[in-house]
């Protein structure tokens, strides 16, 4: 059962409105939606809160220790609530898909992802489950940092805005039913 819920990004008005910040336009969607409230908590290295999903209580994590110190945020709350890792999701952004597209999986490498690979090294797992938001690849290896660091035009935001209200649908069935039915519900309705 999923009981916590990380989103990615950086900190600050800087990055705010940037591709990489997916995960953290995700967090604060479903914080609002369901009535929660994020506020920075230093022991954790992040924005926390925590709201009841399917009548589930869930924590919700927003690292402000930039990207690729995420790990140091997720795994200090991970440990103070005595989380497993198969008891994370976490939401990011993702080249591999296109614009729209979002996607559901347990497990797996990091695919070049920063954020993903200081997770895995903080938690000494790959074992949770990643809700992966398509944000399409510019093209050129050399050209992603900048890609992922600057915000999407008008049309490639409204096709990330689906992905992040498709994401967040799933959630609640993630939570009360589980990875499988949440799964096919995502990836055989988008």
Do not use: C
């Not at 890792?85 to 080249?95: A, N, S, Y």
């Amino acid at each position: 059962m999923i009981k916590l819920i990380v989103g990615l990004g950086n900190p600050g008005a800087r990055y705010q409105k940037t591709r990489h910040n997916a995960g953290f336009w995700l967090l604060d969607q479903l914080a609002a939606a369901e009535g929660g409230r994020l506020a920075e908590d230093k022991k954790f290295q992040g924005e926390y809160g925590k709201i009841a999903l399917a009548y589930q209580p869930v924590h919700l994590l927003k690292p402000l220790t930039f990207m690729n110190a995420s790990g140091r945020a997720v795994s200090a709350l991970a440990k103070f609530y005595d989380l497993a890792p198969e008891e994370i999701l976490v939401v990011h952004d993702e080249l591999d898909l296109q614009e729209g597209a979002v996607k559901l999986k347990y497990g797996g490498g990091h695919g070049g992802h920063n954020g993903l690979r200081d997770i895995i090294a903080a938690l000494g797992s790959k074992d949770f489950y990643r809700l992966r938001l398509g944000i399409n690849h510019p093209g050129d290896r050399n050209q992603v940092v900048d890609y992922v660091l600057h915000p999407p035009g008008k049309a490639e935001q409204e096709k990330i805005d689906d992905a992040i209200a498709r994401g967040l649908a799933i959630l609640p069935v993630l939570v009360r039913d589980g990875a499988e039915k949440a799964m096919h519900r995502l990836h055989t309705d988008g």
